[in-house]
């Protein structure tokens, strides 16, 4: 067998990449382009796209500090970003000024934009998914897929156990495979994956 070498990943690349999408889903969120255009100016969208690297800086294990510290801005604002209610932001959304998009909004709407690519993340892996193992005849990635449709990942053993009960993956019951994984799973791809590399070891598919 020949060893598959992958380039690193450029970190840095991927993180501006995935800040282009959440900006895309906060215009979405704050009434699309043509209500943006209307305002008089955007002196508050370096504090959103701020607010987006704080939540990606957050997510891969930086502190608040070590995040300021990239940022160039103060512990305190890090934190008013990224303890943001954004439940109660997106009840303001649409009678939202541009006067009131402080650090604390921009953080809850920087968190909600964060969401929603997540969630379009996983659907597009999803149907990414159930392409290819239908074109390839094998049913249990398809169903699986099917069945965590609005999960929100990473996720645990105890959710896919609640979501993906009383089913089968190639004759072995879910409880068995999903027990025998590692954790957390952090996509439906990864799942998969994590799924097939257990059924190799169980000898049912090579």
Not at 47 to 58: D, E, F, P, T, V
Not at 59 to 68: F, K, L, S, V
Request: glycine share 8%; hydrophobic share 40%; proline share 4%.
């Amino acid at each position: 067998m020949i060893m598959e070498i992958k380039p690193p990943k450029d970190v840095d690349a991927e993180r501006e990449e995935k800040v282009l999408k959440m900006l895309v889903e906060a215009m979405k969120i704050m009434g699309g382009p043509k209500k943006l255009a209307g305002m008089r100016n955007l002196t508050w969208l370096p504090s959103l796209i701020r607010a987006m690297y704080a939540i990606l800086l957050k997510e891969a294990g930086y502190t608040y500090e070590q995040i300021a510290e990239k940022l160039g801005i103060t512990r305190a604002t890090v934190e008013k970003m990224l303890t943001a209610d954004e439940e109660a932001v997106k009840k303001k959304i649409e009678g939202l000024t541009e006067e009131d998009i402080d650090e604390h909004v921009a953080g809850g709407i920087a968190k909600l934009a964060y969401k929603e690519m997540r969630r379009r993340g996983v659907e597009e892996e999803i149907e990414s998914i159930t392409t290819t193992s239908g074109a390839l005849g094998i049913d249990w990635p398809v169903r699986i897929a099917s069945m965590l449709r609005g999960v929100d990942f990473p996720v645990d053993q105890e959710i896919l156990l609640e979501k993906l009960s009383g089913t089968k993956i190639m004759g072995i019951p879910v409880e068995e495979v999903i027990s025998n994984i590692e954790y957390p799973v952090v996509s439906p791809v990864d799942l998969v994956k994590k799924i097939s590399e257990y059924l190799r070891k169980t000898g049912k598919v090579k």
